[in-house]
């Protein structure tokens, strides 16, 4: 019952797009880390929502996911390419 009046009240004052987003559970989600997108400029502490092969949402909100992966005081980045190697 707590749970659906707070999802009336999300809806009421935040858009029924936010709380339909979290409805929707993810295959795997990646909680707390810090996440750094240099294309976008984006350096903060959010959730990562994954489907299939492909980030769905970067959320400042907890999303909800079959897997559920934390980050805490770690770095989730796209994958950067080291060029310094020893051969």
């Not at 929707?24 to 990646?30: E, G, L, N, T």
């Not at 903060?44 to 559920?68: D, E, H, N």
Request: charged share 15%.
């Amino acid at each position: 019952m707590r749970r659906l009046l707070i999802a009336c009240v999300a809806t009421a004052f935040l858009g029924p797009s936010l709380v339909c987003a979290q409805a929707r559970a993810y295959d795997i989600v990646i909680q707390n880390g810090r996440v750094i997108d240099p294309e976008s400029g984006l350096d903060a502490v959010r959730s990562v929502g994954i489907r299939g092969a492909t980030i769905a949402a970067v959320s400042r909100i907890p999303l909800q996911g079959k897997q559920v992966i934390d980050a805490r005081g770690l770095v989730v980045a796209p994958g950067f390419i080291d060029l310094h190697v020893h051969g």
